[in-house]
């Protein structure tokens, strides 16, 4: 069963700073990779889908996958205040259920 | 597009009670998944149909929960005799049949079971 760890689990960063999280999982035949934010009592928003190994960019959110290394993570860059939420890594094989971390609490402060 | 409506938003039952969970996906999608979120276990996955069949209910509990997609615009997620440890946002997604496709999450229902 795939197992999928986020660290760290809580991240407090000035405005301006790049804010780096990371996700492992435990599947290396996994092949989708998403990354959603959610907002307190709202719903997920997709930030970043990577399926090969390398990086993707949506904006200022960056993905880079390395399956050999059962590592993906996600840096923001130039973090706002209005990026405070919880960050959930997602993973599956093929179009299947998605598994999740438990999340990362970012904090951006000005 | 109103995106994947989900009702009710909040749900509030007695300990033994029926809830039914009602989710609308995104017209044109034809899957369809079912997640539940709570503080401890964090996003569950449930289950998921596709074209309307079940494929995979592998993170349903064996008693009391059951889901349906009785027709292209809607599933139902029904748990009977209700528990206080079902209390949970249950989520539901659904996407394009095709490839990797995104799953677009809808709003969620908050159940509280008193």
């Known amino acids: 069963q795939q197992k999928v760890q986020q660290s760290p689990e809580s991240l407090t960063v000035s405005e301006g700073a790049m804010a780096s999280l990371n996700c492992t999982f435990s599947?290396?035949?996994?092949?989708?990779f998403r990354w959603y934010r959610q907002h307190s009592a709202k719903g997920l928003e997709v930030l970043v889908s990577?399926?090969?190994?390398g990086e993707k960019e949506e904006g200022r959110f960056t993905a880079h996958l390395n399956r050999a290394n059962l590592h993906v993570s996600l840096h923001i860059r130039e973090p706002q205040p209005s990026d405070s939420a919880v960050y959930l890594c997602?993973?599956?094989?093929?179009?299947?259920?998605?598994?999740f971390g438990l999340g990362t609490r970012v904090s951006v402060f000005p | 597009n109103a995106g994947v409506i989900q009702t009710p938003r909040h749900k509030v039952t007695g300990k033994g009670q029926e809830a039914t969970l009602w989710c609308e996906p995104i017209?044109?999608?034809?899957?369809v998944f079912w997640y539940r979120q709570t503080i401890v276990q964090g996003l569950e996955f449930l289950t998921y149909?596709?074209?309307?069949?079940?494929?995979?209910d592998s993170g349903m509990p064996k008693e009391r929960f059951s889901a349906q997609m009785p027709n292209q615009s809607h599933s139902t997620l029904k748990i009977q005799s209700t528990q206080p440890q079902d209390s949970a946002v249950y989520l539901c997604?659904?996407?394009?049949?095709?490839?990797?496709?995104?799953?677009?999450f809808g709003p969620g229902t908050r159940l509280t079971v008193l």
């Open positions: 997604a659904s996407s394009l049949v095709r490839g990797l496709a995104e799953q677009f």
């Open positions: 599947d290396g035949t996994s092949n989708n």
């Open positions: 990577i399926f090969s190994d």
């Open positions: 997602a993973v599956s094989i093929h179009a299947q259920g998605l598994t």
């Open positions: 017209s044109g999608h034809s899957a």
């Open positions: 149909f596709r074209n309307q069949a079940p494929i995979d």
